[in-house]
C-alpha cells in the first residue's frame, strides 16, 4: 500500500541553523500538508501546499518557514533559521484529487526535529 | 473556524473493559470527521473517518464512533480493551470545502491496566 515517506526520521541542529525536512507524499496525490507536534500538545496545521503554490497557511508558519516541491516527488519544508521553540515534531501528509471531493489526508511517520 | 474538543486528558481502563472517548466539534457546515491514533514516538494512523451516511462508523482494531449531530460530537467506542490500545487518541475535524486543512484536538492519553 502506497505510504507518505519523511526524512530524516530524527534531526538536531544548533539553533540559528537551517534545516530542511523532506517528505514524498504519495505518487498521484495533489494536495501536501505539513503539521508539526510540539512535545505533549496537540497536532498543529502550518500550511497547504496546491499546484504549487501555498493555498492556505498558519500564523505559525512565518517569514522563517518555507515549502517547495523541488521535483515531481519530493516536498520539503525548511525553516530558515531555528529557534529552541521549533524542536517539534513535524508531519508532512499529502491527500488525492480535488479539494470538494471528501478523502482524508494520509500522514507520514514524522520528523522529529531537536534544537540545541 | 472549526475547534475539537477532547474533555478527557488522560483516561485508564482495565483490560477488557468497555472504552469510550468523547469528542465534540464546532464547524459551520457538515464536517468530516476523524479519529487518529499516535503510540509514544510514532505517527499518525487513521482509525475511522465519517464523511457522510450512516452516523456509525466502524473503523480498524475495533474501534467503532457515531456521529451525533445534534450534541456535535463523534464519539470513539471500543467494546472491550486490549493492552495493546494504550496509546493516545486524536479526534479531528476538515473543513469540508477549502483546502482541507485538519483541526486535531489535544487527545486523550489511554491507559490500560491489567
Known amino acids: 500500500e502506497p505510504e507518505v515517506t519523511q526524512t530524516p526520521s530524527h534531526q538536531v541542529t544548533q539553533m540559528g541553523q537551517e534545516v530542511i525536512l523532506r517528505c514524498v507524499p504519495i505518487?498521484?496525490?495533489?494536495?501536501f500538508y505539513w503539521y508539526r507536534q510540539i512535545l505533549g500538545q496537540k497536532v498543529e496545521f502550518l500550511v497547504s501546499?496546491?499546484?504549487?503554490?501555498?493555498?492556505?497557511k498558519s500564523e505559525i508558519f512565518d517569514d522563517q518557514f518555507s515549502v517547495e516541491r523541488p521535483d515531481g516527488s519530493n516536498f520539503t519544508l525548511k525553516i530558515r533559521s531555528t529557534k529552541l521553540e521549533d524542536s517539534a515534531m513535524y508531519f508532512c501528509?499529502?491527500?488525492?484529487?480535488?479539494?470538494?471531493?471528501?478523502?482524508?489526508?494520509?500522514f507520514g511517520p514524522g520528523t522529529r526535529l531537536t534544537v540545541l | 473556524a472549526q475547534s475539537v474538543t477532547q474533555p478527557d486528558i488522560h483516561i485508564t481502563v482495565s483490560e477488557g473493559a468497555s472504552l469510550e472517548l468523547r469528542c465534540n466539534y464546532s464547524?459551520?457546515?457538515?464536517?468530516?470527521l476523524f479519529w487518529y491514533v499516535q503510540s509514544p514516538g510514532q505517527g499518525l494512523q487513521l482509525l475511522l473517518k465519517?464523511?457522510?451516511?450512516?452516523?456509525l462508523v466502524q473503523g480498524i482494531k475495533g474501534f467503532e464512533a457515531e456521529f451525533k449531530r445534534s450534541q456535535s460530537s463523534f464519539n470513539l467506542r471500543k467494546p472491550s480493551v486490549h493492552w495493546s490500545d494504550a496509546a493516545e487518541y486524536f479526534c479531528?475535524?476538515?473543513?469540508?470545502?477549502?483546502?482541507?486543512?485538519?483541526?486535531f484536538g489535544i487527545g486523550t492519553k489511554l491507559q490500560v491496566i491489567p
Open positions: 465519517y464523511f457522510s451516511g450512516d452516523t
Open positions: 464547524y459551520g457546515a457538515t464536517p468530516y
Open positions: 501528509a499529502s491527500r488525492l484529487l480535488s479539494r470538494r471531493q471528501n478523502n482524508e489526508q494520509f
Open positions: 479531528a475535524v476538515v473543513n469540508s470545502g477549502g483546502y482541507q486543512k485538519v483541526t
Open positions: 501546499f496546491y499546484n504549487n503554490e501555498i493555498s492556505e
Open positions: 505518487s498521484n496525490h495533489l494536495y
